[in-house]
T-cell receptor, first 112, second 121 residues
Framework: AQSVTQLGSHVSVSEGALVLLRCNYS??????LFWYVQYPNQGLQLLLK??????LVKGINGFEAEFKKSETSFHLTKPSAHMSDAAEYFC??????????FGQGTRLTINP | DVKVTQSSRYLVKRTGEKVFLECVQD?????MFWYRQDPGLGLRLIYF???????EKGDIPEGYSVSREKKERFSLILESASTNQTSMYLC????????????????????FGPGTRLTVL
């Protein structure tokens, strides 16, 4: 069975600082991995996805993530945080038959 | 752009009431999903459907049922609402595959609606 663990339910960084949101996965098949973002009072929006091509994946809004098979990780990074990045972020792994299995979510706060 | 709409943003119901949550997508997607979102638990799949009149249980189907009579509409039904069903409910849709059953080897992006925050008193 597939599962995802996000380390840290809350992360706080200063504006302009590096953003690092951690995600580890477990999958019995080659994984497809995703990061979604949820802004306040909105649904989820896809940030980026890994589907077995390049291990460094670039997404929208300056975010990127690196797939590391040896560490079973897919951490999300952004070099310089912006106030508009404040949101909840979800890591997900394909759970079979078009389904997704989500992590617990990480709430990102940006301090001015 | 894909648009997934949900009938209500906020809903307040009483214990024991029958509750209908409606979801409509306008991109002719085959797959539709219902999730509930709770703090610290992320999103959990309740039911999904990969075709009209087809449904499969997700991880937490107890206390819920679904209906898909038309391709664009997927309804979530709480037969007798309880306080532990107070939650945010998210609908999503995605394109299907060329086969009657979705293949593990392929994946199409899920697009989400804005959510319905349901409170059961």
């Amino acid at each position: 069975a597939q599962s995802v663990t996000q380390l840290g339910s809350h992360v706080s960084v200063s504006e302009g600082a590096l953003v690092l949101l951690r995600c580890n996965y477990s999958s019995s098949v080659p994984p497809y991995l995703f990061w979604y973002v949820q802004y306040p009072n909105q649904g989820l929006q896809l940030l980026l996805k890994y589907t077995s091509a390049a291990t460094l994946v670039k997404g929208i809004n300056g975010f990127e993530a690196e797939f590391k098979k040896s560490e079973t990780s897919f951490h999300l990074t952004k070099p310089s945080a912006h106030m508009s990045d404040a949101a909840e972020y979800f890591c997900a792994v394909r759970g079979g038959a078009q389904k997704l299995v989500f992590g617990q979510g990480t709430r990102l706060t940006i301090n001015p | 752009d894909v648009k997934v709409t949900q009938s209500s943003r906020y809903l307040v119901k009483r214990t024991g009431e029958k509750v209908f949550l409606e979801c409509v997508q306008d991109m002719d997607h085959e797959n539709m999903f219902w999730y509930r979102q709770d703090p610290g638990l992320g999103l959990r799949l309740i039911y999904f459907s990969y075709d009209v009149k087809m449904k499969e249980k997700g991880d937490i189907p107890e206390g819920y049922s679904v209906s898909r009579e038309k391709k664009e509409r997927f309804s979530l039904i709480l037969e007798s609402a309880s306080t532990n069903q107070t939650s945010m409910y998210l609908c999503a849709s995605s394109r299907g595959t060329s086969f009657s059953r979705p293949l593990l080897s392929s994946y199409n992006e899920q697009f989400f609606g804005p959510g319905t925050r349901l409170t059961v008193l």
